[in-house]
């Protein structure tokens, strides 16, 4: 069985190095803010410290886990926050350089996704290609291949009103959608079946010990799937703080600290017993992310480390 690792603290050169991997960021709910300057201190400290990760441990690429522009998204594709709150909020060349596999989470749906999808014509790294995509890694100098599926968990469940207390996802706006995007995971899942690595990526938490809790809806269409299919990990964003549980061999990662940080755990008994493994969400933190690494024999993710 595969063994995800997790190390939570500092651990200056303990697996750093170039080696035979795929190594990615993972961060979630970054979006700024409305006003100027766009950006928040918590999303610039997160973006300088994701620079410094890239620098020093290396990553292929950033997984962007939604609510990618507070509180309503973007207007069309020419819309300055593109450049006020990413652009120029993630300037460090080391990220510069790195593609951004992107998916749209609540607050972007309060606005115009098509012109999130369309901005990819405009920017060099920005790649949002559809609202549910799949992405094939190799791992370098082996035949080890992962398999990464994109979801738009806001199609599959519905919009929620952020800030309502315990608000669930309403239903899906289109039930055809939601059910075609379903069946593409299906088929996805089951031809992925010879892919060493497995990862799902949706704004949504299957499993969240924090403030909005596991999704209900995702834990009925989901988690069967992610489980039949033994999946590597899932990894989302929507509660705005660093966690890892396991459950039945599936990892989930919770990566929503880009902007905003909540140490809420309201929804710690909701989470089957054993599952929580790690959770990070001090309000005096500058934010946060993870670091995915997949070796051809092991996963291992990171969540605040200090860089
Ligand atoms: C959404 O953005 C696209 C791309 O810029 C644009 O063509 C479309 O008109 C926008 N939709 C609305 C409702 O403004
Ligand atoms: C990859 O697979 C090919 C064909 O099966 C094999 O010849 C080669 O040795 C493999 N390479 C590695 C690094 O395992």
Redesign the pocket.
């Known amino acids: 069985m595969l063994l995800l690792l997790l190390a939570v603290t500092a651990a200056a050169a303990v697996g750093a190095g170039p080696g035979k991997a795929v190594q990615f960021l993972a961060v979630g709910d970054w979006g700024g803010v409305p006003e100027p300057p766009f950006v928040t201190p918590r999303e610039a400290a997160t973006a300088a410290a994701m620079g410094r990760a890239a620098a020093e441990r290396g990553a292929d690429f950033v997984l962007a886990l939604g609510d990618n522009f507070y509180y309503d998204g973007v ?4 819309d300055p926050r593109f450049q006020e709150t990413f652009e120029r909020a993630f300037a460090a060349p080391e990220l510069r350089a790195l593609p951004w596999f992107v998916l749209a989470g609540n607050h972007d749906h309060h606005g ?1 996704v ?2 999130q999808l ?1 901005y990819s014509r405009h920017s060099e790294r920005w790649r949002f290609p559809h609202y549910y995509y799949s992405l094939r890694l190799h791992v370098p100098g082996t035949n080890a291949t992962a398999r990464l599926l994109v979801l738009d968990t806001v199609l599959l469940c519905g919009a929620t009103d952020d800030f309502g207390v315990g608000a669930t996802p309403r239903g899906p706006p289109d039930a055809a959608a939601a059910e075609a995007q379903l069946s593409w995971l299906q088929r996805r899942l089951a031809a992925a079946r010879h892919d060493r690595y497995v990862l799902v990526a949706g704004h949504y938490p299957v499993w969240s010990v924090a403030e909005h809790g596991p999704t209900q809806c995702l834990l009925r269409l989901l988690r069967p799937l992610l489980r039949r299919h033994r999946v590597t990990a899932y990894l989302c964003g929507h509660d705005h703080n660093l966690q890892f549980l396991h459950e039945d061999g599936v990892g989930y990662v919770v990566s929503g600290a880009g902007n905003f940080m909540e140490a809420s755990q309201t929804h710690r008994a909701a989470v089957p017993p054993g599952a929580a493994r790690f959770f990070y969400g001090a309000p005096e933190s500058p934010g946060g992310f993870a670091h995915l690494r997949l070796d051809a024999d092991h996963p291992t993710v990171r969540c605040r480390e200090r860089y």
């Open positions: 207007r069309d594709e020419w115009n098509s012109a369309a």
